[in-house]
């Protein structure tokens, strides 16, 4: 396990290098070679439950607060092209860290896996909601490979991969 912009590096630049998940966007799609999906994120804003004073309706009203994301993430690509200015972290637990102690009003989370990323946290996932699922942030995660990996390793996963989802029902 790595950070989230190591990872994304590393499998970005040495041949026969797996990351999982990650998201598959028009930007990426000529980076990797895609094994398959393996989860489907729908991301929101997220905040301190005691936070009532950030009220967000659509995403443009995001915009006025201070966020944290992680570098080389799909969701940190789209907000920023959008607009938005953000605090960069190297991964999702820095995110939080700074959102906990603070420092930012909002960070994006998929509101599936806050309980999740709650026990590697100083604080319970009870002092933190989601309060804005973000349409442009719904995306289809993948297990990916870099580009140079050898192809006898993507057509096997591949295999595998479809094999086991037509014999479990995967979607």
Do not use: C
Request: charged letters at 25%.
């Amino acid at each position: 396990m790595y950070p989230w912009a190591r990872a994304f590096r590393l499998a970005s630049t040495i041949q026969n290098t797996f990351i999982y998940t990650i998201a598959r966007t028009r930007g990426r799609e000529n980076n990797f070679h895609w094994i398959g999906p393996v989860s489907h994120f729908e991301l929101a804003f997220v905040a301190l439950k005691e936070r009532d004073d950030i009220i967000i309706n659509n995403t443009e009203e995001a915009k006025k607060y201070k966020i944290a994301m992680q570098r080389n993430d799909f969701s940190t690509d789209i907000l920023t092209n959008l607009g938005f200015e953000v605090v960069l972290t190297t991964d999702i637990q820095k995110s939080y860290a700074l959102l906990v102690a603070k420092k930012v009003d909002l960070i994006v989370d998929d509101p599936e896996l806050i309980h999740q990323i709650s026990q590697y946290l100083p604080t319970p996932d009870a002092e933190v909601k989601a309060i804005y699922n973000v349409e442009e942030l719904k995306v289809d995660a993948y297990l990916a490979a870099n580009k140079n990996t050898d192809m006898r390793y993507i057509n096997a996963l591949q295999k595998a991969f479809y094999t086991l989802k037509n014999t479990q029902g995967l979607p």
